[in-house]
């Protein structure tokens, strides 16, 4: 893959804030809300979270034992890189155009992600976006820069 297109290995969800997600195969997306049920959805720029598999499995090299979900992400990706992306990009996921409106972010406190895993990638490589328009996302679904 080219790094501008790729393909969802995952989606999770959440009720909490703060802790790893479990695993869904198929996810409704809401127009300026997020990830229908999710705990991050809300009208706010952090609508959904997405992490690459290949940042997962750095973790997993350093011997941590993590998955897809663990790090509290909506979305993991595969062949694409994310953390090269500027504020604004555009991502067609399955049905749904999603925009990009953060990399990274500030930590206030450790949470169960961290105490679980013993570190979090998120604030380091994970982004964030919020949804232009809704959609279904499966699994498998595919993940390209607009």
């Known amino acids: 893959m080219d790094g501008k297109q790729g393909k969802i290995v995952a989606i999770s969800i959440s009720e909490k804030k703060g802790v790893p ?3 869904i195969e198929k996810g409704l997306f809401k127009e300026n809300h997020g990830l229908v049920d999710d705990a991050h959805a809300g009208d706010w720029h952090r609508q959904v979270s997405l992490l690459a598999v290949e940042s997962i499995n750095k973790m997993l090299e350093k011997g ?3 998955s897809p979900g ?3 992400e909506n979305l993991t990706t595969e062949g694409i890189d ?4 500027p504020l604004g990009a555009r991502l067609k996921v399955g049905e749904t155009e999603l925009e990009v409106t953060q990399i990274g ?4 406190s450790k949470c169960a992600v961290y105490y679980r895993t013993g570190d979090c ?3 380091r490589e994970g982004i964030f976006a919020k949804v232009i328009s ?3 996302v499966k699994v498998g679904d595919s993940i390209s820069i607009i």
């Open 121 to 123: 990638i998120m604030p």
């Open 21 to 23: 997600k479990k695993n």
């Open 134 to 136: 809704g959609g279904l």
């Open 82 to 85: 994310l953390t090269s992306l």
């Open 70 to 72: 663990d790090f509290a």
């Open 64 to 66: 941590l034992k993590v």
């Open 105 to 108: 972010k500030k930590c206030h």
